[in-house]
């Protein structure tokens, strides 16, 4: 179906996916920040604010929020990442117009009470401890640290405990003043029902947002010249390892080619890694390769948790693979059975009101536009063994490298010598 796109003259976007076929409706409503737009001594803000809009609003309490949702078989929820912020309610078509009000209810009468800001500071805080006592979560964001160093896309999403403790009423409210305008906001709908009706109804919403001014982040400048590692000793079962490579951004055409290459590697159990690491060597229960993408860049990452003792075979044992798909054109029944996986798996989710509403919202955020269908697909179908080939040149390279350990500690001078090598 067309997807159907309205800007509203105070600069909020409305994007539509009619899906007659479905018997519900996802509803989105999507705020252009996220930890990226915080500084070092607010980070965490963004994440926080999204929990406190469940907290309240001056017509609902918390429980009432979930409840009139609940009640009806429905779905309300939030996620916060490095670029967006998104609210999002999935309910029977019948239920929609409850779902539309009660999302802006929360974004336009949020209570932000100091009293639930303290409360939720603890919450978050162990939110937070909760990651960190799990290795393969805490390697990440070592391994972000080390890619990004000092530049936000190097911070939490969460925060840390000080600047947690550090939020209040005040920088709430003006952070929100600031990120939650009208030129910010996109609301997505995928589902049953008509887009004229839904225009109508949340268009008096609309009307009351926060005019306020489109809000911008510091891009990044890639500066890294030699490969880079951190390390920390941990008396644990396993050791958890993160690589990760300077890569392409979500806007950039290549970025299906490198998506293909991921799938090559590591991104299913016919992959060369799951199949060496895993299958052949019995090294690690798993192993993946994916792409973590931002609007101005991005990262190849592979990540897996090995017994201590297989720490340096296993690092070993990817490198030869990466060095591998350098050096000799994948297989053409290889491309072709990447290529009708990463097909088969956008065609299988879309599916699904949800995921077509957060593509749509994704979409609109990243491009100003819904990327159509068909213009994904051909991009995949045309990618040739040549590309890939050079894609996996053009990304693994020595002095575009990190990699991130907690666990067994290898000998500095085997890691450097290895990466180096690439």
Known sequence: MEIKNVEFPNGARFSFNPMPAMTSVAIGIWVKTGSRYETKENNGISHFLEHLLFKGTKTRSALQLSQEIEGIGGVLNGFTSEEYTCYYVKVLKNHFHKAVDILFDMILNPLLKPKDIE???????????????????YVDDMLSELMWHSHPLGRRILGTPDTIRAVNKKS???????????????????????????????????????????????????????????????KKEQTHLAIGFKAYSRVDKRRYRAKLLSVILG???????????????SLAYAIHAHLNQHVDTGAFEIQTGIKNENTSQAIELIIKEVKKIKKNSVEKNELVHAKEYVIGQIMLSLENTKNNMIQIGDNILTFGKVIPLKETL?????????????????????????????????????????????
């Open 172 to 234: 709430i409210t003006q952070y929100m003043k600031n990120n939650y305008s009208s030129p910010n906001i996109v609301v997505a709908v995928a589902g049953n029902y008509s887009f004229k009706r839904i225009k109508d109804m949340i268009h008096p919403y609309i009307e009351k947002l926060n005019p306020g001014k489109i809000t911008n982040f510091d891009g990044y400048k890639k500066s890294q010249k030699k490969p880079s590692m951190k390390m920390e000793k941990a």
């Open 267 to 281: 991104g299913n159990m016919s992959s060369r890694l799951f199949q060496q690491i895993r299958e052949k060597h």
């Open 119 to 137: 409360k939720e500071k603890g919450i978050i805080i162990e939110e937070l401890n909760m990651y960190l006592d799990m290795p393969s979560h």
């Open 378 to 422: 051909h991009a995949l179908k045309n990618i040739s063994r040549e590309e890939i080939l050079e894609t996996a040149n053009d990304i693994f390279k020595p002095e575009s490298v990190n990699l991130a350990l907690v666990g067994s500690v290898p000998q500095k001078k085997f890691l450097e010598d290895i990466l180096t090598s690439i």
